[in-house]
């Protein structure tokens, strides 16, 4: 069995910043891609960033520049530094690890319950 917990998620000023992590424990053979989606209210779950374990990255077009995900392999944590924050970067925010269980598990993908970030003035 796999968790993922999320933290970091809060109340921030326009151009503040935000540092969220994910960490995954339980049954875990070996990770594959750590990435962060978010959810706006009326709005369908985008991609924010990935990070897979060869060390790529790649980020949505909106945040490219202004945050950064990084991951510690040994922690089987993923984190999503955002700067900058604009009032369109709220939502709530998911981690999505592909973790295999065992070394002949076929690899699944794992979801946090979230964490909210409300950017406001």
């Known amino acids: 069995q796999v968790q993922l917990v999320e933290s970091g998620g809060g109340l921030v000023q326009p151009g503040g910043s935000l540092r969220l992590s994910c960490a995954a424990s339980g049954t875990i053979f070996s990770i594959n891609v750590m990435g962060w989606y978010r959810q706006a209210p009326g709005k369908e779950r985008e991609l924010v960033a990935t990070a897979t374990s060869g060390g790529n990255t790649n980020y949505a077009d909106s945040v490219r520049g202004r945050f950064t995900i990084s991951r510690d392999n040994a922690k089987n944590t993923v984190y999503l530094q955002m700067n900058s924050l604009k009032p369109e970067d709220a939502g709530v925010y998911y981690c999505?690890?592909?973790?295999?269980?065992?070394?002949?598990?076929?690899?699944?993908?794992?979801w946090g319950r979230g964490t909210q970030v409300t950017v406001s003035s």
């Open positions: 999505n690890i592909d973790i295999r269980t065992a070394w002949d598990s076929r690899i699944a993908a794992y």
